[in-house]
């Protein structure tokens, strides 16, 4: 059941037993200037509860609860969040990126102002960990990832929850294709709501050429689809 509570919203961190930027992701999402009425930090099934993660997640205290997948990986994670949030609103951080501190109440304040809105976007801008401590910014641009977007959580019950039978590297392009078939209503903040960390764990710099390899398929799969539906409507 989704509570009425004007603006309350539950932030989804999707972890992995050992992730070293999990508590600098907690951090912002609770240092928002419009905080979440709950965080989950969802791990993998079958986590140890002495994992680093397990460990982090507990010392925020309320709050951040720890939820558990019913399968490994990212989209079961995800949609588990999904399943358990209560608030009219959800939004999603990656765990190793962080939210600026006004994103959230941005984004609340576009939503609340128009109902017939599904979700907002913002700009994201790329940075690496510089080898003195600072961040050395690399590109901002627009984006339409999880992590820059609050959605209203009847969104997910209109145009359905992530495909699990997609892959780690096409489930977003997928779930944006088909949502935006069926009308899914959206705006963008002109304002940076995502720091995002590019590092030498990044699954998108470990397994590049798979990575591109599969979303260049997929974004074929879609582009064939909708000839497809436009010679058949």
């Known amino acids: 059941m989704v509570t009425s509570q004007s603006g309350a919203y539950t932030a989804i961190i999707v972890s992995r037993d050992e992730d070293v930027f999990l508590r600098e992701a907690i951090s912002s999402a609770l240092s928002q200037t419009r905080g979440p009425s709950e965080l989950f930090v969802v791990l993998n099934p079958g986590s140890r509860s002495d994992s680093y993660a ?26 588990a969040g999904i399943e358990s949030t209560s608030t009219e609103f959800v939004a999603f951080l990656d765990s190793d990126d962080l939210w600026e501190s006004h994103k959230q ?78 009308g899914i209503r959206m705006s963008r903040i002109e304002s940076v709501g995502v720091l995002r960390r590019i590092h030498s764990e990044n699954s998108w710099v470990t397994e590049s050429a798979k990575a591109h390899q599969e979303l260049r398929n997929e974004l074929r799969s879609i582009l064939a689809q909708k000839r497809a539906n ?3 409507p």
Do not use: C
């Open 54 to 79: 397990a460990h982090v997640a507990r010392s925020f205290g309320r709050p951040v609860r720890i939820l558990e997948a019913s399968d490994a990986g990212l989209i079961a994670g995800l949609n």
């Open 105 to 182: 109440e941005v984004q609340l304040k576009t939503l609340l102002a128009d109902p017939n809105l599904d979700a907002s976007t913002s700009l994201v801008t790329n940075f690496r960990d510089a080898p003195d401590g600072t961040r050395e910014h690399v590109l901002t641009a627009p984006g339409i990832m999880f992590t820059n977007t609050t959605f209203r959580t009847s969104t997910f019950a209109r145009f359905g929850k992530i495909d699990v039978s997609a892959t780690h590297y096409t489930w977003l392009a997928r779930w944006w294709s088909q949502a935006r078939e069926r």
């Open 230 to 232: 436009q010679r058949h």
